[in-house]
T-cell receptor, first 116, second 111 residues
Framework: SAVISQKPSRDICQRGTSLTIQCQVD?????MFWYRQQPGQSLTLIAT?????????ESGFVIDKFPISRPNLTFSTLTVSNMSPEDSSIYLCSGSQTGDGTGELFFGEGSRLTVL | GEDVEQSLFLSVREGDSSVINCTYT??????LYWYKQEPGAGLQLLTY?????DMKQDQRLTVLLNKKDKHLSLRIADTQTGDSAIYFCAEKYAGNTPLVFGKGTRLSVIA
């Protein structure tokens, strides 16, 4: 199994600022994903982080708002840009060690952002 | 489209069995998962089942899959207070596709 660490675990941010969340995996993973979990809601996929190329974004999410980097097989970042209170949420990094998508999807403990 | 539905709340007494239900709409789903999220924590995979299986048992957990009705259930035997959490049902297809999650069922265990 893989262990995923996220930083920061929580933060309080001012409207209009940007914050970068880091995701570190203790072993190489084939696939990495970023999810958002708004209060009382389920997880919504933001994007698939592709190593060495641009992330693949889901409908409703754009690169300008949520730029993602994945320089190698163990690390990824998600930036929440020009934040507004509607961006207050838990952001979760996840990874899978299997290239065909079978097996376990591991999750970090999440980064809880509050935007004032 | 993909849609996963769960009831939002379930309350049981300690020692009783809990049954959390989930329905999904896409018959192409290949894998179905149950995740547990405790307060302030990330998601922990409890178990998963392939679509060609009807049942999977792992200690206190029993997963039942009715593919015809697109219905998945998670039974927790001898429910304990430590089982209080939100339980998410999720589905996916084969290949490099992400999981689609339900809204989660909040299980409360009363001592």
């Amino acid at each position: 199994s893989a262990v995923i660490s996220q930083k920061p675990s929580r933060d309080i941010c001012q409207r209009g600022t940007s914050l970068t969340i880091q995701c570190q995996v203790d072993s190489q993973v084939t696939m990495m994903f970023w999810y958002r979990q708004q209060p009382g809601q389920s997880l919504t996929l933001i994007a698939t982080a592709n190593q060495g190329s641009e992330a693949t974004y889901e409908s409703g999410f754009v690169i300008d708002k949520f730029p993602i980097s994945r320089p190698n097989l163990t690390f990824s970042t998600l930036t929440v840009s020009n934040m507004s209170p509607e961006d207050s949420s838990i952001y979760l990094c996840s990874g899978s060690q299997t290239g065909d998508g079978t097996g376990e999807l591991f999750f970090g403990e999440g980064s809880r952002l509050t935007v004032l | 489209g993909e849609d996963v539905e769960q009831s939002l709340f379930l309350s049981v007494r300690e020692g009783d069995s809990s049954v959390i239900n989930c329905t999904y709409t896409d018959s192409s789903s290949t894998y179905l998962y149950w995740y547990k999220q405790e307060p302030g924590a990330g998601l922990q995979l409890l178990t998963y089942i392939f679509s060609n299986m009807d049942m999977k048992q792992d200690q206190r957990l029993t997963v039942l899959l009715n593919k015809k009705d697109k219905h998945l259930s998670l039974r927790i035997a001898d429910t304990q207070t430590g089982d209080s959490a939100i339980y998410f049902c999720a589905e996916k297809y084969a290949g490099n596709t992400p999981l689609v999650f339900g809204k989660g069922t909040r299980l409360s265990v009363i001592a």
